[in-house]
């Protein structure tokens, strides 16, 4: 059984991981599209911003945020001033850290997702007098669909082992900022910890596995249904 104190750190952790991917996800499909269907001068350039995450240390994220977004920074400053805005060492602050390391992955599904629709569905659509938001609404939407879920789920579940750029940029606040991998390294430094770290680690595992299941079991569940309907 888990401590109030240990399931304050996993509600937390699916409430940020929530919050990031709702943060995330129209943003992330916007620019899926952007690198999927259009051809522009710096395009590769984009495309490696956005994966740079993915391959970065996490901890260069949350210190590249704390420079944007702390009391003093360029983004952070106008917003704690102008709006009593303040994300760092705060949940949103959490969130937003956890949404930019998740970002790549829900554009990389969105992109796969994206491709695979088949354009003569659009021309089709065109031909018979669909707009474009019709034919992105109507057709192209539901066809990608599976993308958009599949990375969905997978940006959440990777939001719970999300560690580097939160402690940098939101700390180790119980209570505010301490997600589920921050309580399972708070436990790793205290004496006697180690089964508080045990427990905890096998609710990480758990919410892990159980993400990515749920996310290969959505986007077959979809993929055969929009091939049934087809």
Known sequence: MLTPEEWQAVALSL????????????????????????????????????????VVPPVV??????????????????????????????????????????????VRAVRLGLEGV??????????????????????????????ILAGAVTAFAAGLGEFGAVITFASNIPGETQTLPLAIYSATQSPGGEATAARLAAVSFGLAIGGLLLAEFLARRMGRWLGREA
């Open 61 to 106: 994220v949350g210190w590249g945020l704390l420079l944007l977004f702390g009391v003093r920074g360029p983004i952070g400053a106008p917003l704690n001033d102008w709006f009593g805005v303040r994300l760092v060492f705060t949940t949103e602050g959490a969130a937003l850290a956890t949404a930019v390391m998740s970002f790549p992955l829900i």
């Open 118 to 147: 088949d354009t003569g569905l659009e021309a089709a659509a065109a031909t018979l007098g669909a707009g474009r938001w019709d034919r992105f609404v109507t057709v192209t939407l539901p066809l990608m669909s599976p993308g």
């Open 15 to 54: 409430s940020v991981a929530t919050r990031s991917v709702a943060v995330s996800l129209i943003p992330a499909v916007a620019v899926a599209w952007v690198l999927a269907r259009t051809r522009f001068p710096g395009r590769a350039l984009l495309d490696a911003l956005v994966h740079l995450p993915l």
